[in-house]
Every structure is written in C-alpha cells, then in structure tokens.
C-alpha cells in the first residue's frame, strides 16, 4: 500500500542543521535554528528550572493521568501571568485554560475548535508568518488567507495591513502576533494594536493572539499588552500561549490554549468542547514541563529567580541587536539594517536577499533561513566583527 507515497523535502530549517553540523569552517555561524543562545553558543537551563526539578523528583509522589485540560495548578499560574494577576478577565471567570503539548499543540487545538465549532470560518495570517500556522490551520481544513506585514523596503507596513484587516469579512479569525513577531521582529506599538482593535471590534472578528515569546520583547507585562487589550475590550478572544522560551524548555512541550468567553457561563460551554478536542488529539498533555512552571511560579523564591533570568537573556538580545548595527557602522552599512535594533525578540528579518544568504552560507559558512530571517540569539561579541564584515562582502 506504500508504494505509491512519494518523498518530500524535509523542514528547510532542520536542514541548515545539518549543514551547519558537516562545515569545517572554524568560524561558522549558526543563525536559522529558533532557540535561544547564550554568549557560548549553548542553550542552557535556567538555575530556577533546576532548582524546580530538583524539588519534583523529591517530591513527586505520582505518575497519573493530570486530564485533558492539564494540571489545574499549570492553569492557576498560567492565566494571570497572560492575562494580570488584577485582570478583570479573570475576575469575571471569563477565561479558562488547557495545558498543551507547547504553543504549537495549543494552536492546533485552537484550529480544530474553530473548525468544528466555527465551520466556515476562514482565518488570515500575516504575511509573512511562522510558517507552521500555513500547515496547522490547512490540516485543520480551514481557508488560509493573508493580510499585508511587511513592505517591499523591509518595514513594518502597517496602513497596508490596517487596509487589508478592514476588507476581513466579518466573523472571521485573524492570527496576530502577540509580541517579537516571527519571523520579522516588527511589533505594533500600543497606537497601532488600539487601531486593530477597533476594526476586530467594527467587523466582529475573532482574534486568535499567538504569544510565544512572552518576556521576549520588553517585558513580562509590557509584551502581554495587546493581549490584555483585546480580552478586556472584546467578548471572545483565542490565546496561545507558550513556555518553550521563557523558561527554556523547549523539549518539554509546554504551551497553553486560554480561551476567553462574554460571560462565565459561556465560557464553560467552550471549555467543554475544548477538552473533546484535547481528547480527540492526544486524550492528555505531557506533565514534566507544566509542573516545572508550576512550581517556579507558586514560589516567590524561585520565581524571582526566573525573571531575573529572563530579563538576562532580553536584555542581551537587544544589547546584541544594537551591538549588530554598530559593527556595521565601518562599512556604511549601519543605516540600512538599523531596523534590526528596532526589531524585538529572537528573529530579525534582515532584508538580506535569498542570494546574499546564499553566498554567507557557501563562503562565509554563516547560516540562516533563505527568506532572510536571523536569530538574533546566534550573534555574540566574539563574532559580529566577522558576521559584518561578511554581510559587507555580500552588499
């Protein structure tokens, strides 16, 4: 019966990793894989994610089912951390939350809910997007269309995608980026999300908000601000939420699907529906991951420790966006990529061609997603000298 299936190519950017692996260039570059680095190349655990762990293996009394919406405990610690600890969403018992397999499992659960219980509604992404939402909303069988992000000058095109957002038809989803947008690093500012707002509102569409890189940006509170924005001022609104980044445990599928309802009581009705789905897709979510968040964040200890560490890695990217564009600055070169300073969170769409990539990968042995798109975390002090003076060759 298998004769007939044929080959595809395999994920663009688990390719560069191996092509990374096999180049013997002694200065190689790793830009194209999306996990944070530290100034070593290595992507550590977090000292709180440590001291966590350690507590649950000394504690852990139970290796059981924890049902399909996760641990209740996840969701207490979740939901305010998202949504503020003050938040009049949460007062209202207006959100609920299901623990997923990461941020993807929680956007797969929000396909499948909108596909049984929205039939007929298409759902738009911005272009560009990670391009994992294409394949998860199309295997869901809902339409995908996009909406204009970026200019043909490598700017955040925002008229564009407000023109575009306006022509939505009413009573479809649109997926927005909650912060650090992957993959350009272009944010909306807090004018630009109220402009969002009011359109969502006038056409009545269902945002579906993708934040996976909470903390990422500028902060904790500070990159949940369109989040709150739209939960607070909307009747319905869609959150996927992931740990993957800010606690740095990407292997241990940590996500969130928070759904926000007019009232209680509907709220309820949606949370039932969303646990067959949970049921249908993987009956129960890993554990290990949820628990490790858990108990960071029910510890006043341990979870100033975290932010602590979190704000370590934020503010060294940023540092290093900033570093990137003053290496340039010998080569006249500053100007043109200085929107990778303005960017926020791991990726930067560099505006770098496809065959400008090219050439920093064959002759350079620097590595990054043909589109452009860099991770920022890959920089270090000890090899933008060598990343400018390449980009330099290349212009």
């Not at 663009?12 to 996990?35: H, M, S, W």
């Not at 290990?288 to 006043?300: D, K, N, R, T």
Request: glycine fraction near 8%.
């Amino acid at each position: 019966m298998f004769e007939h299936i044929e080959r595809v190519p395999g994920d663009a950017i688990l390719g560069l990793i191996e092509a990374f692996k096999k180049d013997t260039n002694p200065q190689k570059v790793d830009l194209g894989v999306g996990v944070y680095k530290d100034g070593q190349g290595n992507t550590p655990v977090m000292r709180a994610v440590k001291e966590a762990e350690a507590l649950l293996l000394k504690n852990e009394t139970t290796k059981t089912y924890i049902g399909s919406h996760g641990a209740p405990e996840y969701g207490e610690v979740i939901l305010p951390m998202v949504l503020g600890k003050d938040s009049p969403v949460l007062a209202a018992k207006r959100a609920s939350a299901t623990q997923s397999p990461g941020g993807t499992g929680a956007l797969r659960l929000a396909a499948d809910f909108i596909s049984t219980q929205l039939p007929g509604k298409g759902i738009w992404v911005s272009d560009p997007t990670w391009p994992n939402h294409h394949g998860i909303f199309t295997a869901a069988g809902i339409d995908l269309h996009k909406y204009p992000y970026v200019d043909a000058e490598n700017r955040l095109d925002f008229d564009g995608m407000l023109a575009a957002v306006k022509q939505i038809p009413a009573g479809d989803v649109i997926v927005l980026h909650a912060c650090c947008h992957n993959p350009t690093g272009f944010d909306l500012d807090r004018d630009q999300w109220q402009q969002i707002l009011e359109v969502v509102r006038e056409r009545n569409l269902l945002p579906l908000i993708d934040f996976a890189y909470q903390g990422f940006g500028e902060g904790l509170d500070e990159d949940a601000y369109g989040v709150r924005l739209m939960a607070e001022s909307l009747d319905e609104v869609i959150i996927t939420s992931s740990c993957s980044k800010n606690f740095g445990i990407y292997c241990e599928r940590t996500g969130c699907l928070i759904m926000v309802a007019k009232d209680s009581e509907q709220m309820e009705n949606v949370r039932s529906q969303v646990a067959i789905v949970a049921r249908e897709n993987y009956s129960n979510p890993p554990a290990h991951g949820g628990a490790i968040v858990s108990e960071i964040l029910h510890s006043a200890e341990l979870a100033a420790l975290w932010r602590e560490e979190l704000t370590e890695m934020r503010d060294r990217i940023n540092t290093l966006r900033r570093d990137f564009v003053e290496a340039l600055k010998p080569y006249g070169l500053d100007q043109k990529y200085a929107c990778v300073a303005e960017q926020r969170g791991m990726f930067s769409y560099t505006g770098l061609k496809p065959e400008q990539v090219d050439r920093l990968r064959d002759e350079f042995g620097i590595y990054m997603v043909r589109s452009g798109r860099a991770n920022v975390a890959g920089f270090s002090q000890e090899n933008l000298p060598y990343l400018a003076k390449a980009i330099a060759a290349v212009n």
